[in-house]
């Protein structure tokens, strides 16, 4: 396929759009099944995760706090083996039916041939993250 | 004009722009904003209009030596385009003192110039590494 082909990148966006539903619905199992076993998650400045045991620690204990979560989708769009995202993530930590977070994220998904996500890329404010209640994104 | 005619031409707008803050060039980069212009560094407050935003610009600009945005991503669409990039900065003459991972996304508008800059990334990072207010007084 080439670079511009129409079907590989709605495929792509399709996974893109499962794995973040995964994060809607908390479930990590939903998540991980659309990625490579030596995925790579950056959080962008922090460390590095690499592969697929780590990263679904990481995403696991990322679920553990929360009591709710949903992504507001602004832009989701591909193109090659690329999928941008930007998002507005809301979290709910305290159970009090309120977004104490709202997250404004874009995050770039890298995808192989057989379309599974490769390498995850997050650009946000690491403070808004952590002074509304995000848990630690270090193993 | 084809969609992906309006895409080619939003992305060449995009990389005026960025070419712009390669060239230190406050007006060349203005050049490729609307009047209306809508500036977000989230979580900051938006930076709104041509005045507002030229001062912004200029501001950064005049504390900058050097300025190198190195693309990693670029594509388009619809109205919008987005980058991946390592934005390198040198404020003091000595290298590139911050090089700061960013994604920007763009609105085009239909005239052709970007009306919406959200740009996405860490500001710990930007201001530890003496990157200038991004805001106005």
Same mark, same amino acid.
């Given at each position: 396929?080439? =670079?511009?082909s129409?079907?590989?990148v709605?495929r792509?966006?399709?996974?893109?759009?499962a794995?973040?539903?995964?994060?809607?619905?908390l479930?990590? =199992?939903a #998540?991980?099944a659309?990625?490579?076993?030596?995925?790579?998650?950056?959080?962008?400045?922090l460390?590095?995760i $690499?592969?697929k045991?780590?990263? $679904?620690?990481?995403?696991?204990?990322i679920f553990e706090?929360?009591?709710?979560?949903?992504?507001d989708?602004i832009?989701?769009?591909g193109?090659?083996n690329r999928v941008?995202?930007?998002?507005?993530?809301k979290?709910?930590?305290d159970?009090?039916?309120?977004?104490?977070?709202?997250?404004h994220v #874009?995050?770039?998904f890298?995808?192989?041939e057989?379309?599974?996500?490769?390498e995850? $890329?997050?650009y946000y404010?690491?403070?808004?993250?952590? =002074?509304?209640?995000?848990?630690? @994104?270090? @193993? | 004009m084809?969609d992906?005619?309006?895409?080619?031409?939003?992305?060449?707008?995009?990389?005026e722009?960025?070419d712009?803050?390669?060239?230190? +060039?406050?007006d060349a980069?203005?050049?490729?904003?609307?009047? +209306?212009i809508v500036?977000?560094n989230?979580p900051? +407050?938006?930076?709104?209009g041509?005045?507002?935003?030229?001062?912004?610009?200029?501001?950064?600009m005049?504390?900058?030596?050097a300025v190198n945005?190195e693309?990693?991503?670029c594509? %388009?669409?619809?109205n919008?385009?987005?980058?991946?990039?390592?934005d390198?900065?040198d404020?003091? %003459?000595?290298?590139?003192?911050?090089?700061?991972?960013?994604?920007g996304?763009?609105?085009?508008?239909?005239?052709g110039?970007i009306? %919406?800059?959200r740009?996405?990334?860490d500001?710990?990072?930007?201001?530890?590494n003496g990157?200038p207010?991004l805001?106005l007084d």
């Amino acid at each position: 396929m080439t =670079d511009n082909s129409d079907a590989k990148v709605a495929r792509n966006e399709a996974t893109v759009r499962a794995f973040l539903k995964g994060w809607d619905d908390l479930d990590v =199992d939903a #998540c991980m099944a659309q990625c490579t076993d030596n995925m790579c998650y950056l959080n962008q400045p922090l460390e590095a995760i $690499r592969g697929k045991a780590d990263v $679904r620690k990481m995403i696991a204990s990322i679920f553990e706090p929360a009591k709710r979560a949903e992504f507001d989708l602004i832009h989701v769009f591909g193109k090659g083996n690329r999928v941008v995202t930007e998002r507005c993530d809301k979290w709910d930590w305290d159970g009090s039916n309120t977004w104490q977070l709202k997250l404004h994220v #874009c995050g770039m998904f890298e995808l192989t041939e057989d379309g599974k996500i490769l390498e995850w $890329r997050e650009y946000y404010d690491n403070n808004n993250w952590t =002074d509304d209640g995000g848990p630690s @994104l270090e @193993l | 004009m084809s969609d992906s005619e309006t895409i080619k031409r939003n992305v060449a707008i995009v990389r005026e722009f960025i070419d712009a803050w390669g060239a230190v +060039d406050p007006d060349a980069a203005m050049a490729c904003l609307s009047d +209306d212009i809508v500036y977000i560094n989230h979580p900051l +407050d938006p930076v709104v209009g041509q005045h507002d935003v030229r001062q912004i610009v200029a501001g950064i600009m005049a504390l900058s030596k050097a300025v190198n945005w190195e693309l990693r991503n670029c594509f %388009g669409h619809g109205n919008t385009v987005t980058t991946e990039r390592l934005d390198c900065w040198d404020f003091d %003459g000595n290298g590139w003192g911050l090089k700061l991972p960013c994604i920007g996304m763009f609105d085009v508008n239909d005239a052709g110039l970007i009306c %919406g800059w959200r740009d996405y990334f860490d500001n710990k990072m930007w201001f530890d590494n003496g990157g200038p207010t991004l805001h106005l007084d």
